[in-house]
Nanobody, 126 residues
């Protein structure tokens, strides 16, 4: 499956952005999806994940209450709505897809994902 992330940009602290990740090539609903980010000099971290059905989600503690992951299987797209952005959210954001039998589970570890998008830069100014 091919993944194309978009929606990044420059925003002031407190602002919002919505990232999108469009998938093509395979049956999108067969994949659990995740968003990761990597800031300069830091390791890639899992930000959010969503099950195949969209009924189960995960968020890293630092974004809980501010970010929302969702998916539209009819449009082969996963989204990350980011509100109340902080300078520490600045990073390159990546979407990822992992094959998973269960419709209600998700992956949080990067090694569980099979396919990755190219990344989109999010910069939050103070």
């Amino acid at each position: 499956v091919q993944l194309q992330a978009s929606g990044g940009g420059l925003v002031q602290a407190g602002g919002s952005l919505r990232l999108s990740c469009a998938a093509s090539g395979r049956t999108f609903s067969g994949y659990a999806m995740g968003w990761f980010r990597q800031a300069p000099g830091k390791e890639r971290e899992s930000v959010a994940a969503i099950s195949r059905s969209g009924t189960s989600t995960y968020y890293v503690d630092s974004v809980k209450g501010r970010f929302t992951i969702s998916r539209d299987n009819a449009k082969n797209t996963v989204y990350l709505q980011m509100n109340s952005l902080k300078p520490e959210d600045t990073a390159v954001y990546y979407c990822a897809a992992g094959e998973l039998y269960s419709e209600r589970s998700y992956y949080t570890g990067a090694r569980s994902y099979d396919y990755w998008g190219q990344g989109t830069q999010v910069t939050v100014s103070s």
